[in-house]
């Protein structure tokens, strides 16, 4: 018996053959399985159900390519010219910014590779199979197409598998298609076209059977099963580049060649044309080149993260990379997964209808907390027999239980049946108590085929019930009566209405509410077993409970934040249309607009999903394959996408998108390992904090580039401009790296720790081709750059006239760069908004700090004789230090004043 080639093939539609279909194409037997030399063949054929090791990089090689960027380059290769120079102080702050950089990149990076053994590690370890007409456990591994495979509730999946035959069959296929409950299964084929969470013939490798029985047969195994897909997938996705990664190197490229050019200029002036020294103008050339090199960037930038990290692990957000804290900062669309992120994961009963009110319940997931209400009003239980009686039902003909420990209360059994054990508990109910005044004799399971399930209890009285919960239209079926509530409270019986009942349960399924009926029938105390005939007739209809997975209370308010804030949300979810569209809509998801389906995915190129992914904002059924399409299809847009979700089928949009944000509680590992941030609460309302300090974090590094070209700039003005027009030098080369050293190792790091500002979550988010220098940037750098080289030259010429020593005069100039870097920090705290405040000028501590620390070194170099020698500095008189401190209060007087006319031109902008 040998195995058709045509098997190998993925695009089998397996669900859509019938199960005699399936045995005959895969040649096995239902009865007797494989046999053992078949099973051999087979394993040789297609290996073993496993999938494969993902491939590694190297530590070193990781390593390596931590230097791999231009900025990189150009201060190793300072560093390499400083230490030929014997300037060992400079080459240690270079050399020390590099490797920095490089091991928290290393580290940071250390665990991402590991998303392909989580998904490894989800595959069963032991099957129960048919093998030669004996039943046996192998091990997972060894399955093979057409082996019989033996399922019972609890079970892991080992494989793909064509069902051939179910009892009361259910499975939990969240991981894969993120549906909030089990979905039922039989052996029924399905149409060929039927997305991955509609084919009820199949059950798939790495989902878990919820309850019932199958027996089925393995049509795929490893590489070539849903999970193997996914892996596969997963592995030829590349992740992006962060957007502050992308302008950090375009910045680096423009700023390398501006100081190439800028020191080739210097030095061809210097000796062409004003007849320097050739070696005095290198060493001048040296100096303003490790001066203009933003040695403290990619220090500054790893600290500024680093808070973030911090930070964002106070409100439950843990970043893997750490790029993505500032990513965070960038996102101009979320896509969310829906089960789990934007709901609860947890069923809710939020109505029940009896034949005199339509109640309303509070409350959402399993905790019993919450209330009820009547147009609006709330009520208690207690005065309500008819939801006592539809409470008491529902607890009693029920298998779920609830556990409140530690982490909350938690579920065993099906998740609507926990819901219906959340109602009771809300109504004021004693399980323990009920259960033991009713106890229950016999019951009859649910099962897809009669889509009900019925219980039989006796209490100590001499009276017996049944007690029925199921499918509307099926126990409407079996009632002639419903029970009625008048006023008095004394419940009677009356003819059923069928259209109150059917329009009722229409409203409750038009909110995507998951409808159930509760009914009662009385038999005679003597009977002790309930048959199927028993439920032909005769049941009096108490109400329906309509239940649904409901949005987290937070997630609505977090939604609205982040579009206050510009950021669209999409919901792209595996559940039925019906139901995103109303959680959609309760969350205010793509109001009014339409819904688009895996299915209708499908029909769509690249190019028509790209045009229409812009006005869709509710996807549904969405497989892997069309979740990484809609990333692709929104980043191809220019959208910088953070995608949430807590599934294997989430796993390679995860690692695609800009942002994969898993979930931390209920997520699986593969999605936690593919996601560059995981959500330790599972709550989207954490989503929108991130955004918020991911903001802040990108505003600090615009805030000290603002701060750092201004001053690196005025130095290298200051010396060309005296090597231009034949002056004295201002500045040595030794001062020239002193101002460097001095500054960069204290004032520029405090703009790391600068809180978000008020605003930030009321701007729009950042154009994503917008450059880190743009116009705006450009113009002040310049002129905060010549105001200093002016203020500085100015001084250095206004006392050699006055007949000042060239050492004092030069010291003067040193200290007005410091000391107008130190005022010019303060400007730097807010780009737009004046510092003129107290939260201005003391809102960081860390900035006074550092502006007192950095005068301590300056007033040593002024006035330390050791220093003296070293750098040819003199001791300044009050009069003299008086001038410093004018000419940095005119830089911060000029900075704020700008920044008034840009406000005011903005606000004129506005008006028009």
């Known amino acids: 018996m040998h195995l058709p080639p045509s098997t190998d093939a993925r695009d089998t539609p397996w669900h859509a053959l019938s199960a005699g279909e399936a045995l005959q194409r895969l040649q096995t037997d239902d009865r007797h399985g494989l046999a053992h030399a078949e099973v051999a063949r087979r394993l040789a054929r297609f290996g073993p159900n496993r999938l494969p090791a993902p491939p590694r990089r190297p530590a070193w090689l990781r390593l390596l390519q931590q230097f791999h960027n231009v900025l990189i380059y150009v201060m190793l290769a300072a560093a390499t010219v400083t230490a030929a120079l014997a300037h060992w102080i400079d080459t240690g702050v270079l050399l020390g910014a590099v490797i920095v950089n490089a091991i928290i990149g290393f580290l940071q990076e250390g665990k991402a590779e590991s998303a392909l053994d989580a998904i490894r590690h989800m595959l069963s370890h032991q099957a129960t199979v048919l093998r030669g007409g004996e039943r046996q456990l192998v091990a997972a591994d060894q399955l093979v197409p057409g082996d019989i495979v033996i399922l019972a509730s609890g079970d892991k999946v080992p494989a793909d598998l064509r069902i051939l035959t179910a009892r009361s069959l259910r499975a939990d296929e969240a991981v894969l298609t993120g549906e909030s409950v089990p979905c039922d299964k039989d052996e029924a084929a399905v149409a060929a076209d039927a997305a991955l969470g509609d084919r009820r013939s199949m059950l798939y490798s790495g989902t878990l059977v919820a309850a019932g029985t199958a027996l089925g047969t393995v049509v795929a195994t490893g590489t070539n099963s849903e999970l193997g897909r996914i892996s596969t997938l997963l592995a030829q996705v590349q992740a992006s580049t962060t957007p502050l990664l992308r302008q950090i190197a375009q910045f680096s490229r423009w700023l ?36 203009a090199i933003p040695e403290g960037l990619p220090a500054i930038m790893t600290i500024t993260l680093a808070m973030g990290v911090r930070r964002m ?142 219980t039989l209890h006796h209490d100590h009285a001499g009276h017996a019930v049944i007690l029925v919960k199921g499918a509307p239209e099926r126990v409407l079926d079996m009632c002639n009566a419903q029970r009625q509530w008048p006023a008095d409270g004394a419940g009677t019986d ?210 000290f580039i603002l701060f750092m070209l201004p001053t690196n700039g005025g130095e290298a003005l200051i010396v060309f401009a005296a090597i231009a027009f034949g002056l004295l030098l201002p500045l040595t080369a030794a001062q020239v790296l002193w101002i460097n050293l001095v500054t960069s190792s204290t004032l520029g790091v405090a703009l790391a720790f600068e809180p978000a500002e008020d605003d930030v979550m009321r701007r729009p988010p950042r154009p994503p081709q917008e450059k880190l220098l743009s116009g705006l940037f450009a113009w002040r750098v310049l002129m905060v750059a010549v105001c200093m080289a002016a203020a500085s ?29 130190m005022f010019y920090l303060l400007n730097s705290r807010h780009i737009e908004r004046s510092v003129l405040s107290r939260e201005g000028l003391l809102g960081n501590p860390k900035v006074p700090l550092t502006i007192a620390l950095c005068a301590l070194l300056q007033l040593g170099f002024v006035h330390l004789p050791w220093m003296q020698a070293v750098f040819g500095s003199t001791d300044l008189s009050v009069q003299e230090w008086s001038r410093v401190l004018l000419a940095g209060l005119a830089v911060f007087t000029l900075a704020e004043l700008e920044k008034a006319a840009l406000r005011r031109w903005r606000a004129r902008r506005a008006h028009r």
């Open 256 to 291: 390398a060649l501006a100081i190439g050019l800028f020191v080739l200029a210097t030095f061809a002036i210097g000796v062409l044309w004003r007849a320097q020294a050739p070696a005095d103008m290198f060493m001048m050339a040296v100096a303003l080149a490790a001066s």
């Open 494 to 703: 009356a003819p059923l209405q069928h259209d109150y009942w059917r329009r009722a349960a229409n409203d409750c399924a038009a909110r995507a509410l998951r409808v159930l009926a509760i009914a009662i029938k009385r038999v005679p105390a003597q009977q002790h077993a309930l048959q199927f005939a028993d439920m032909e007739g005769g049941f009096t209809l108490l109400g329906l409970l309509g239940s649904m997975d409901p949005p987290r209370p937070e997630a609505v308010a977090a939604v609205a934040e982040c579009q206050a804030a510009g950021v669209r949300v999409k919901m792209i979810t595996g559940d039925h249309g019906e139901t995103a569209r109303a959680i959609g809509a309760q969350l205010g998801i793509g109001l009014g607009r339409p819904a688009l389906t895996g299915a209708e995915i499908e029909l769509l190129d690249d190019a028509a999903l790209r045009d229409v992914v812009a006005s869709v904002d509710v996807f549904a059924r969405a497989s892997p394959e069309h979740k990484l399409r809609l990333v692709q299809a929104l980043q191809s847009r220019g959208e910088v996408v953070a995608m949430t979700g807590d599934g294997v089928n989430d796993a390679p949009a995860l690692k695609r998108a800009d942002v994969g944000v898993a979930m931390g509680r209920n997520g699986t590992e593969a999605a936690k390992d593919a996601a560059a941030m995981v959500l330790t609460d599972d709550n989207f309302a954490t989503l929108g904090h991130a955004v918020r300090e991911g903001r802040g974090i990108y505003d600090n590094v615009r805030k």
């Open 793 to 821: 030259l100015g001084l250095f010429l206004w006392e050699l006239s006055n007949g000042a020593a060239i050492e004092t005069a030069r010291t003067m100039a040193v200290s007005a760069v410091v000391v107008m870097e």
């Open 313 to 454: 692990a106070q409100h439950n957000a843990i970043i893997r990379h750490l790029p993505a804290v500032e990513t965070l900062g960038a996102v101009t669309v979320i896509c969310s997964d829906k089960t789990g992120t934007l709901t609860c994961n947890e069923m809710t009963v939020q109505r029940v209808v009896t034949a005199d009110h339509v109640i309303e319940v509070t409350g959402s997931g399993y905790a019993p907390q919450g209330g009820f209400l009547i147009g609006g009003v709330p009520i208690t239980a207690q005065e309500h027999p008819a939801l006592q009686s539809v409470a008491q039902v529902a607890l009693l003909c029920n298998d779920a239980t609830l556990h409140d420990g530690p982490q909350g209360w938690s579920l065993t059994g099906d998740p609507t049946e926990g819901a219906l054990v959340t109602l009771a508990l809300k109504a004021g109910l004693d399980a323990t108590a009920l259960h033991a005044r009713q106890p229950r004799i016999d019951a009859i399971p649910f099962e897809s085929e009669h889509r009900f399930m019925a």
